[in-house]
C-alpha cells in the first residue's frame, strides 16, 4: 500500500502507453536493485546506453537483467551497440548475445551510421523473429547531421519502421537534449514539429526522449499523464512518475487521470 | 575519530541554527543508509520533495523516516502534499498519516494552489498541535506569480508565520534554484532582495533554499558558516559542510569557526 | 569475460597513460563498493575532492582506501586539504596521517594559497621520500587569479613539477570545467592554450582535468583514446571508458585501439 493512499490515484493507461524508459548509463547491480525496490513500478523499459554494456563482465549484466525483469522491466542494449555489430557484419552474432544475456528487447537506430532502408527493414524484421520486444529511433546524433534529415523525412521513418513492425519508435534527443531534433539549444520544445509528428505519424507509438524537466512537464501538460517518454536520469524516475499523477507543483491540478 | 583530525574544527551552531535541509527525491532505502553512515551528522532536515512519499509503499516510506531519526535527521513530506491534502479538505488525515508514518515535521506552503492567510496560521497551529515541527515555506514555484507577490509581502509573510509558531520559514527556490525567488535567471543571488529579508525579519529563522554551489558559497561568505540552508541534493551533503568549515578553495581562510 | 566481447577491443596504454582520474567527493562505502564492482578497472586513480576526507570518520575513509586499492585504484585527498596543512604548518603530520589512513598518492597543489616555489619543490621531494605516488596541480581555483597567472608561467609550472619529480601534473578545471584554465565559461576547450601545453611540456605527463562530456570527447578525439583525464564524475566513469574505445555515438569510428 502506497503512503498517503487516500490523497491519490492510480494511473490507467492503455497498453503500450504510459512509457517511462529509463537511461542506465552503468549503475551498479546494488544501486539499481535499490532504485528497482523503491520505484521499479514506474520503470517499463531501461536502455543500458549506447555501448556500455560491452565493457561490463557478462555475470554483471546478465544480474541488472535479471533485476529488472524480475520488476517487470524490460532491458535493452542501446542501439548504438547495433550500429557496432551492423559496421562489423555481426548482426546475428549480436542478437545471439542479446537473447543470451537475456535482454527482450532491441534498439535499431542509425544515430552514427549509415543503414540502408532496405536493411533497416530486414534488421527490424529479424529482431522480431528472434521474439524481442522492437524499438527504432529516428534521428541522429550530430545535431548538424540531425537538422539535414529534415522533418519531413523524420516522419516518414517513423512511419516506415510502424509499418515495418516496430513496438515503438524512439525519437532522438541523447542523454543532454539540447539542441537537437525537437529541442533548441536551450532544451525548449520546438512545437510546431511536435505538433507535425502528432498530426502525421501514430503519437501513441512514438516514444519521446525528454531527459529535462522542463520537457517532461511540455509532454504530461500536452499530451496527458500517459504520454510514452525515454532518456530518463534514474534520479528523475520518482519525479518524472509524480508529474504524471499532478503531485508535482508543475501538473498539480492540470492532469487528468 | 575523523581522520585528518588535527586539521580542522567543530562548527558551534546556536539551537536551531546551522541547519542544513536536505531534498530527497527519492532515494532508495540502502542509497539512504550509506549516504547517513558517511555524512548523516551533517544533515538536519530531509525533505522527501513534493508528493514523492505518495507514490511509495507505507513500508519503504517507513524505513526511510527510521533511517532519518536513527542519525538525528528530521525527515518530513514537501509543502505540495500538503497543499494536495487542503485542496481535497483532508488536512486531519494528511497529518494523522504523517504522524503514524513517523514523520517529524511538517511543511506548510502554498507554492502552488491559494491557502487563505486565517487558513495558513490555522493549520500552522493544527501542526504545532500535533507535535510536529512547522516549518512554512514562503514564495511560488511559478516564477511569474512569484514575482507578483513581491518583496514586501513576502516578508510580511515569513514574520506572520513567525508570529504564527513556525519553527523555520523556508524561502522557496526549488530544486534548480534559477529564475526564481531570490535568484535570477541564471541562479546568481539578488544581493539586495536578500538584505532585505535579513533587515526586516529574524534571519536566524530563515532557511535559504540554495541548491547551487554558488549560492550556497554566497551564504556562508555572508552570513558565516552557521546560516541555515535548504534543498541541498544528497550528494552535495558533504560538500555543502566542507565549505561552511572552510576546507574547500571557495572558503579557505574565509569562514570564523 | 566482457559482453559482447567480441565486438569490442582493449585499450593498451603506455605506462603511466591512459589514466582515469575519479572525482570522489563523498561516496558511501557501499555505493563505492557498487561502482568499483561494475566499472572499478577503469578508474585508475580517485581523488577524494579539497578537504572532504577530513570530514569523515577515520574508520570509513580507511574502508573506502581499502575498498579502492582492491580494485587496483589509487586514492590520494584533494590538493586542499595539503594547502590547509600547509597554513597551518602541519605537512609531516599530514603525510603521516594520510600514509596510516593508506593513501597511495598525494596531491602537491597552491589552488586557493601560495607556495612559495622552493617550498613547493621541497614538498613535492618530501612526498616522494614517504613512497606517495605524486601529483601534482597547476592553476588557480579563483578564475580572475587563474587568468593572472598566464600560460607561459604555467608551462614553465608544469615542467618545473616534472623536474622536481612529479608522477603527474593536473591542469586545475575544478568540478565543474566552466569559465577556469583551459576551458572558457561555456566550458569549451581553448584549442590554443591546449597546444602550447602540447608543444611546451610533455603531454603524456599531464592530467587534463575534463568533467564535461564534450572536453573528454575533445581530448579523445585530438589525443587519442589513452589521454590522461581527470575530475570524471562517479557516473560518468562508464560513459569515459565506451567514448575511449568508440562505443558512443561521439566517437565511434573515430578512435585507433
Redesign the interface.
Known amino acids: 500500500?502506497?503512503?498517503?493512499?487516500?490523497?491519490?490515484q492510480d494511473r490507467k493507461p492503455q497498453p503500450g502507453t504510459g512509457i517511462t524508459m529509463m537511461l542506465d548509463?552503468?549503475?551498479?547491480?546494488?544501486?539499481l536493485?535499490?532504485?528497482l525496490?523503491?520505484?521499479g513500478k514506474?520503470i517499463n523499459l531501461a536502455k543500458l546506453?549506447?555501448?556500455?554494456?560491452?565493457?561490463?563482465?557478462?555475470a554483471?549484466?546478465v544480474e541488472k537483467i535479471n533485476l529488472y525483469k524480475s520488476y517487470g522491466v524490460k532491458p535493452y542494449?542501446g542501439g548504438?551497440?547495433l550500429?557496432?555489430?551492423y559496421?562489423?557484419d555481426?548482426m546475428d552474432?549480436?542478437l545471439l548475445?542479446a537473447k543470451q544475456?537475456g535482454f527482450e528487447a532491441i534498439e535499431i537506430s542509425d544515430?552514427?551510421?549509415e543503414i540502408l532502408p532496405e536493411d533497416r527493414a530486414e534488421i527490424i524484421g529479424k529482431v522480431k523473429d528472434c521474439g524481442f520486444k522492437t524499438i527504432t529511433e529516428v534521428g541522429k546524433?550530430?545535431p548538424k547531421k540531425d537538422q539535414k534529415i529534415g522533418i519531413s523525412r523524420k516522419v516518414e521513418m517513423v512511419n516506415e519502421d510502424i509499418d515495418a513492425g516496430a513496438d515503438w519508435v524512439l525519437l532522438e534527443a541523447?542523454e543532454?537534449g539540447k539542441g537537437i531534433g525537437i529541442y533548441d539549444k536551450n532544451g525548449n520544445v520546438k512545437e510546431d514539429e511536435v505538433q507535425f509528428f502528432m498530426d502525421n505519424t501514430k503519437p501513441e507509438m512514438i516514444i519521446w526522449e525528454a531527459p529535462q524537466k522542463n520537457q517532461q512537464v511540455y509532454f504530461i501538460l500536452n499530451m496527458g499523464p500517459n504520454v510514452n517518454l525515454g532518456n530518463i536520469a534514474p534520479?528523475?524516475?520518482?519525479?518524472l512518475?509524480?508529474m504524471r499523477?499532478?503531485?508535482?507543483?508543475?501538473t498539480?491540478?492540470k492532469v487528468n487521470l
Chains 1, 2, 3 share one sequence.
Open positions: 500500500m502506497l503512503a498517503f493512499n487516500f490523497l491519490t548509463k552503468g549503475l551498479g547491480p546494488s544501486t536493485d535499490d532504485l525496490k523503491i520505484s514506474y546506453g549506447w555501448g556500455t554494456s560491452a565493457i561490463h563482465n557478462r554483471i549484466i542494449p548504438t551497440l550500429e557496432v555489430a559496421v562489423q555481426k552474432q549480436y548475445e544475456l544515430g552514427t551510421i546524433k550530430d541523447r543532454g534520479e528523475e524516475i520518482t519525479s512518475e509524480t499523477r499532478g503531485l508535482r507543483g508543475d498539480l491540478g
